[in-house]
């Protein structure tokens, strides 16, 4: 026998966006149900590890500006509402070569949107960076209005707030159908059918199998594993207070990688591979079939971290002083990866009644703010202020071809 539940709003997945969407409908006084499928600031997704890097001068493109600065904003209200130490300042650190994409790319975001910045020549960043060991063609770019979001307290504070305005969550439950329809689309848990007005549909990784059509879109969706590897500091570190900057590091080979300060005290510090080349990638020393990026099923979820992993993590932390050779700790996350690395936020025509919010390519967590204002807005209202047109879930349509 169906069990039928009826609500204004239904959101599918509390992690990052999810909770955040939660939180705006139910602080609006919207009626709205949370499902997640474990518990909310689980490790089993994209979105623990203890700190996410947010920049304001976006490497990844200039016109990802607007909404970052949205998303600055609308941080400074859940730390507010909550009470909570959400964000730390940092400041950020791009290093490379004068040419390579972390450095001409924050530059010309930086340069387009009037923002504040400094470029320091490699004589400048040996003197106030120590921490990293550079090579004498590597420049870099200091931004302050960046730091650390922390992604696990961050859900964990959305939804206790959504559940102090009235939001129904429903923990350890997963859906396992969404019915699209105009007026009353359906989401199926086991027995139980809930029916709403609007579903948003904020599964991370399982979004491309949950939705019909998602996964193919563009060419294919993708979910890969990626490893994160917590190093003990042993040297005379530069400082604890005020914090290192978070960083990103642009490799001659290809290789983007980054770190943040230490988060514990000045006992560790952890860093991560954003991207490799595809020749990195095939003469690293890996296990048979481990390859960097290798696709996940999410539902068994990502290879967990092993010796090469370790030995990758450990080569690139030799960019760094004062630093144990091999990490203590690791843990493996996963990206979903669209085919053009920008993200997927709105509606499509054959899926009336869902909101969508994926796809967001390794570098979606700064934004989980603004995100989840925008998505709420699209379920409540049909339209947002926020700039997400260039994540229209459309994009890559070929137009009807004319007879
Ligand atoms: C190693 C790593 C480092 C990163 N670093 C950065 C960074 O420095 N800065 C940055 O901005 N971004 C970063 N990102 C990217 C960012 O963390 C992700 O883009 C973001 O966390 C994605 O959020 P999400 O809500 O889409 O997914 P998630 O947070 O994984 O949430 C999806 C939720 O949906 C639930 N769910 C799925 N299916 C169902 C179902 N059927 N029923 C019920 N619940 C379901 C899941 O359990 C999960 O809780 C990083 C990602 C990784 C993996």
């Known amino acids: 026998m169906t069990t039928r539940v009826d609500t204004d709003t239904v959101v599918v997945g509390l992690g990052a ?39 304001t001068a976006y490497l990844e493109g200039a ?25 730390v300042r940092s400041g950020a650190l791009m290093l490379g070569r004068p040419g390579s994409g972390a450095i001409s790319g924050s530059i010309a975001a930086a340069e387009q949107h009037g923002l504040a910045h400094e470029h320091l020549s490699p004589a ?77 549909v904020t599964a991370g990784a399982w979004l491309p199998a949950l939705v019909p059509g998602v996964a193919g879109l563009g060419g294919g969706i993708r979910v890969e594993r990626r490893v994160l590897g ?5 040297g005379p570190a530069p400082g604890t207070a005020p914090p290192e900057p978070v960083f990103a590091r642009d490799e001659p080979d290809g290789t983007l990688w980054y770190g943040f ?19 990195v990638r095939a003469s690293a020393v890996r296990p048979p079939g481990a390859q960097w990026g290798e696709p996940v099923d999410p539902d068994t979820g990502p290879r967990p971290p092993d010796e090469a992993d370790a030995h990758r993590l450990g080569e690139l932390a030799t960019g760094l002083r004062g630093v144990a050779p091999l990490p203590e700790r690791m843990a493996s996350c996963m990206y979903t990866m ?48 926020l700039p997400v047109g260039m994540f229209d879930p459309h994009r890559w349509d070929t137009p009807p071809t004319r007879l």
Do not use: C, N
């Open 338 to 385: 669209t085919p053009d690395e920008h993200f997927l936020i709105g509606r499509r025509d054959e899926l009336p009644g869902l909101v969508l919010a994926g796809g967001f390519s390794g570098h979606g967590f700064k934004f989980a703010s603004a995100v989840g204002q925008a998505v709420a807005d699209l379920a409540r209202d049909g339209r947002t202020e």
């Open 63 to 87: 016109e990802y500006v607007p909404f970052v600065r949205a998303a600055w904003r609308a941080w400074g209200e859940l730390e507010e509402a909550s009470g909570s130490r959400l964000v």
């Open 261 to 279: 300060p230490s988060m514990d005290g000045g006992r560790t510090l952890k860093i991560g591979v954003h991207a490799e080349s595809p020749e």
């Open 17 to 55: 966006m999810g909770s955040q969407a939660l939180w705006r409908l139910a602080r609006d006084g919207v009626d709205v149900i949370g499902v997640e499928q474990f518990s909310p600031g689980h490790d089993r997704g994209s979105s623990h590890g203890e700190s996410r890097i947010i920049r």
């Open 124 to 200: 400048a960043l040996a003197e106030r960076h120590p921490r990293h060991a550079v090579r004498p063609d590597e420049v870099g770019v200091f931004e302050e209005a960046a730091g650390v979001v922390l992604p696990e307290a961050s859900i964990l504070a959305a939804v206790r707030l959504a559940r102090q305005a009235g939001a129904r969550v429903w923990t350890h439950q997963a859906v396992t159908r969404i019915e699209p329809d105009p007026d009353r689309p359906r989401v199926r848990i086991g027995d139980t059918e809930i029916r709403a007005r609007r579903v948003i």
């Open 230 to 234: 917590w190093f003990r500091i042993t």
